[in-house]
């Protein structure tokens, strides 16, 4: 026997498949791993490494990012060094490590502007947004999701150089390429933008009352309960939808009438598109015990204005007002950054990929990458490990 598994999926026989479950968006509030002893006992050449077992929607690592950044914002380099950082990605699900790849993808645009307010611009915060939380998402947005596909095809394919500070091993290429081409093919026929939304929303209304409601979004989490929409921002509302924005508006002043909810419900179903990154067709289980659904059991008002909070939130009138400032801090702390930090990817199982680096001979850093790294540099040992709570 040359390979004994780490890790067994299923609990029991009748339920055991070949494909790991797919966690799509987190429960858990986002934490960053550095802290004050860490920044300040470390010397300045060091670089400080980070592990993340089970990446899920990255929301550790994305926290992590933006508190490094904002450190180095408000001290001197005499202050606090310029170092290195690494991350590495651990993730048994390639889905995931697909959707973290489309997400920094939209980052990295993001990164080489400073025009955060232009049209353009936010299209792709936007995008960034209804991919992050939304099960169905407009037009513009779902064509800037499918060209972030494409484009992370045509770079996994080798027709596309990779962002200097990612790092994909070629070991991970074909998983990865297979969960992208899914997401384009076959899973927004499967899950229409109906299907998608009435779904949503049954499972919003089991939870729609554990959390309150974030400043702005009282009218907009309703809605969300009665038709399946997070508002686009305002000013695509006037260019693209003006049919949409009335109907809004109706809506606000009807105090969420039922019968302008099923309006804006046709409307969706007819207009907008499925957040295809949220479903997983690979993933299997008998129907006897459970249906083959995608996972939109999160509240996405307690996900990007709580558990996701950007301190540049002020005044908000509407749930993209949080996923503007979230994203923007986000894409600065990657643009300071540039050059002094890495995210690796690893599609594997986290208990064997430890032993691999413990002795020196993990299997995906010996496949090579698919950029020009100098991976006799990649640490075998971390400042900071970060489990996921996903079992």
């Not at 791993?33 to 929607?57: A, C, H, N, R």
């Not at 490590?97 to 645009?109: G, K, S, Y």
Request: glycine letters at 4%.
């Amino acid at each position: 026997m040359t390979y004994q598994p780490f890790y067994t999926l299923g609990i029991a026989n009748n339920l055991r498949q070949d494909f790991p479950e797919y966690y799509n968006v987190g429960h858990d509030d986002a934490t960053p791993q550095v802290d004050v002893p860490l920044i300040f006992m470390s010397g300045p050449k060091e670089t400080l490494s980070f592990l993340f077992g089970g990446i899920g929607d990255a929301r550790h690592l994305y926290a992590t990012l933006t508190s490094i950044a904002e450190a180095e914002y408000s001290l001197s380099i005499d202050e606090l060094p310029r170092r290195r950082w690494h991350f590495t990605c651990v993730e048994l699900k390639a889905k995931s490590l697909a959707r973290l790849l489309v997400i920094l993808l939209l980052l990295h645009r993001l990164s080489l502007t400073n025009k955060f307010s232009s049209g353009k611009t936010q299209r792709i915060i936007a995008t960034a947004f209804y991919a992050f939380v939304a099960p169905v998402m407009p037009p513009y947005a779902y064509e800037q999701l499918q060209e972030t596909i494409s484009y992370a095809l045509r770079m996994l394919e080798g027709y596309e150089d990779v962002p200097e500070w990612i790092c994909i091993y070629e070991q991970d290429r074909q998983a990865l390429i297979t969960a992208l081409e899914s997401w384009q093919n076959d899973t927004a026929d499967a899950w229409p933008t109906s299907r998608m939304r009435a779904l949503a929303m049954e499972e919003f209304n089991s939870i729609q009352d554990r959390h309150p409601t974030p400043d702005g979004c009282q009218v907009e989490k309703r809605c969300y309960l009665n038709a399946g929409l997070l508002y686009p921002p305002l000013k695509f509302l006037d260019q693209d939808e003006p049919h949409l924005k009335a109907l809004i508006a109706t809506y606000r002043q009807s105090d969420g009438s039922k019968k302008v909810a099923s309006a804006i419900c046709k409307y969706i179903d007819v207009k907008w598109r499925p957040n295809v990154t949220l479903a997983d067709l690979e993933y299997q289980l008998p129907s006897l015990y459970f249906e083959n659904k995608p996972n939109i059991t999160h509240d996405p008002f307690q996900v990007m204005a709580r558990q996701l909070e950007s301190p540049n939130t002020s005044h908000p009138k509407q749930l993209y007002d949080y996923a503007f400032g979230f994203f923007t801090n986000l894409a600065k702390a990657i643009s300071h950054l540039t050059g002094r930090f890495v995210i690796e990817f690893i599609n594997s199982e986290l208990t064997k990929t430890m032993e691999q680096l413990r002795y020196g001979n993990a299997d995906h850093r010996e496949s090579g990458s698919l950029s020009a790294l100098n991976l006799n540099k990649y640490p075998r040992r971390f400042d900071r490990i970060h489990l996921s709570n996903i079992p």
